[in-house]
């Protein structure tokens, strides 16, 4: 019996790790401009393109994963005999959670003796990612999947997630900050700052004048609240900016002794929320 790993695409994880660590990523759905899209690694549509359909105005819509198309995926794997467990999308920002949740109680009643273990992540886009990460180190340690599962649970509220924007418009829609706020900050140039909340949320901080200044505050931020920075991984996504991402990882490795470093997209189903140009750090540190 082995335990399978999943996720959902609103980890930011790219293809070519998924396949490396053995983790079967689930993709959201999105739509833009009359068409629907998988958000699928950028296959679908590719990031850049993506945004520049941001950039150019386009919006777009996302959806969650129902309770069948998870019990289709886990199915297999409980009919051969393996256990499952899935890391979802933080249930503050998402219905994701609550479906992949009926569907394991469906599952289990299908497949006696077979369990499903499905974990509020409460986290986004590369924190989810990062969280995973640490999972599947346990997993390839041979941890038995209720550890594993207590260790999540224990540790995700650690996972800090820190961003700021480029366009405060986007967050404007999603009903972040007010079109007042919106509308004065982009002609003072102002960039919040935001991070992840307890609960899962997207909660602004502070206000920053200038991106420069926005994508220092970030490093500051892990500086004053990570554990042990330059023995840690860190992952950083970027809504379609690598230059900014690489400049923050600079100051990372310069300042703190930070070697080992992880970038990603910013994918879909975040970036039709964050916008373009979204710089975010994750790490491990003191509570959020």
């Known amino acids: 019996m082995a335990l399978r790993c999943f996720s959902d695409s609103c980890a930011d994880l790219s293809k070519a790790y998924a396949q490396r ?16 899209y998988f958000d699928d690694f950028g296959d679908s549509l590719p990031y850049h ?4 359909k941001l950039r150019a ?12 198309s998870f019990k289709e995926a886990f199915a297999p794997c409980l009919k051969g005999g393996d256990d499952v467990f899935y890391l979802a999308f933080s249930s503050k920002l998402s219905g994701t959670y609550n479906s992949a949740r009926l569907a394991s109680l469906e599952l289990e009643e299908e497949f006696p003796g077979r369990r499903v273990y499905v974990v ?13 990460d640490h999972i599947l180190d346990l997993r390839d340690e041979g941890k038995p999947a209720e550890e594993i599962v207590a260790w999540a649970e224990e540790n995700k509220g650690r996972l800090c997630h820190w961003f700021t924007v480029s366009d405060l418009d986007f967050l404007k829609r999603g009903g ?26 997207l909660t602004p901080v502070e206000k920053v004048r200038g991106r420069a200044k ?11 609240s990570a554990f042990e920075p330059a023995s840690q991984r860190i992952f950083i996504s970027h809504g379609d900016h ?23 997209h910013i994918g879909p189903l ?12 994750f790490f491990l540190g003191e509570p959020r």
């Open 120 to 132: 509020d992540s409460l986290c986004a886009s590369m924190g989810q990612g990062l969280l995973m």
């Open 270 to 281: 975040v970036g039709s929320h964050s916008g373009p140009d979204t710089i975010a750090l």
């Open 176 to 201: 972040r900050v007010s079109s007042a706020a919106a509308f004065f900050g982009t002609m003072l140039s102002i960039k919040p700052v935001l991070h992840v909340d307890d609960e899962g949320g």
């Open 57 to 68: 105005g386009s919006v777009a819509q996302t959806a969650q994963i129902s309770a069948e």
């Open 214 to 224: 926005s994508i220092r505050a970030l490093f500051d931020h892990l500086k004053e």
């Open 21 to 36: 660590r053995g983790l079967t990523i689930l993709p959201m759905l999105y739509s833009m401009d009359g068409q629907e």
């Open 242 to 264: 690598l230059a900014d991402a690489e400049a923050l990882a600079g100051m990372l490795r310069e300042e703190l002794g930070i070697s080992d470093i992880q970038f990603g």
């Open 49 to 52: 393109d993506f945004y520049e």
